[in-house]
């Protein structure tokens, strides 16, 4: 299906606020409520809406430090890759990971409380991952930009 303006219309609304009713999206994008409701369900089931969730403030959770980290495994095979990214989906504290080019395998957005937090996460669990050789960290001082909405 091709998006027309509409359906940009909406998907921008909805990354801006996704507690939107359908009422006022309908009259916010100019279409009856059930002709707007139509064409989310639509959005959803043809994945252009993977899903609506809460953005909790991670300081009030107890989550201040965000921590990116380069990964470099042992070998570059499928098998390696394949077992690193099913132990890191086990790990709620990874918030991102992404296969990279360029000096690492894979760069991670991890959160946790505090400096000791990640001291005891990188001792007890990221460098014995499996396939993990070396693990470069960067702490990240200042979040300027994050988890924007995507521009189409």
Do not use: W
Request: hydrophobic share 45%.
């Amino acid at each position: 299906m091709t998006l027309d303006r509409i359906d940009k219309r909406m998907l921008r609304l909805l990354q801006s606020n996704g507690r939107l009713t359908n009422a006022e999206l309908a009259t916010q994008v100019n279409v009856s409520p059930a002709t707007c409701h139509r064409r989310t369900q639509r959005l959803f089931e043809e994945g252009y809406i993977q899903s609506v969730r809460a953005l909790v403030a991670p300081e009030t959770v107890g989550l201040g430090a965000v921590v990116m980290v380069g990964v470099v495994l042992d070998r570059s095979t499928p098998e390696s890759f394949a077992n690193f990214e099913s132990a890191v989906l086990d790990l709620p504290m990874i918030l991102d990971c992404h296969l990279v080019a360029g000096d690492f395998d894979y760069l991670l957005k991890i959160r946790v409380a505090d400096m000791a937090d990640f001291n005891r996460f990188h001792g007890e669990v990221l460098i014995t991952l499996p396939e993990v050789r070396q693990a470069r960290t960067f702490f990240v001082m200042k979040e300027v930009k994050d988890g924007a909405p995507l521009h189409f």
